[in-house]
């Protein structure tokens, strides 16, 4: 893993993890709200997994109300890696 973790190397994993929920990929981008691409709770766990497998960030339930868009996830994870 590298020493900086950037919102370039985040946000693509994120996007291909969304597109595996079935997202389509033109509906995604950094000020979409999870709420508008029906992203739920269970999905938001999954997602908070994936940040965890790949960039050793873990994010806990009460971190996740706070989330509100692929933006907010991609700033929170490249904030704590």
């Known amino acids: ?3 900086t973790t950037t919102p370039d190397q985040v946000e693509p994993v994120l996007t ?3 597109i595996g929920f ?3 990929a ?3 981008n950094p000020d979409v709200t999870f709420e508008a691409l029906d992203i739920d709770s269970l999905d938001l766990v999954e997602l908070a997994q ?3 497998e ?3 960030v873990e994010l806990k339930t009460n971190d996740l109300k706070d989330i509100h868009t692929l933006g907010d ?3 929170t994870v490249v ?3």
């Open 54 to 56: 790949r960039f050793g």
């Open 1 to 3: 893993m590298p020493a």
């Open 22 to 24: 079935g997202t389509p």
């Open 50 to 52: 994936i940040v965890d």
């Open 79 to 81: 904030s704590r890696a």
């Open 73 to 75: 996830l991609v700033a």
């Open 16 to 18: 291909e993890a969304l």
């Open 26 to 28: 033109e509906a995604i």
